[in-house]
């Protein structure tokens, strides 16, 4: 079951240089920076009440955010929700004749279990789930 809007993925060409707009002159500050290698991406968390910012910068040409830049340039790039079971919402997902990018989740930013649904198949939004890892 979906619970919430987890975060929103903003692609930037630089974190550095992105960061004074949400630093400074909105006064959110960064929670932290991580590099996700499976993705080519390097990202910054941002806490807005229970919502996070999460900026994506590529870290490679090869990257699916570098591929989002050149064709779109800097701006959202996915919304996630969160989900007590990233499996079931899948199947959902798939049954209901989504098309997945990810049909077994995997490894992402922040600890979580994340999968992609094709925005061909959900209007035009990039779709992530995302899961705790490690249920508590
Ligand atoms: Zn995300």
Known sequence: MIKKIDHLGIAV???E???????????????????????NV???FFAVGEVHLELLEPTSPESPIAKFLEKNGEGIHHVAFY??????QLSQASQGGCRLIHEVPFEGAANKMVAFLHPKSTHGVLTEFCTNKNPS
């Open 13 to 15: 060409r630089s974190i």
């Open 17 to 39: 240089e992105s960061l004074p707009y949400y630093e400074k002159i909105l006064g959110i500050p960064c929670e932290k920076t991580e590099e996700v290698p499976s993705q």
């Open 42 to 44: 390097k990202t910054a």
């Open 83 to 88: 989900t007590d079971d990233i499996t079931g």
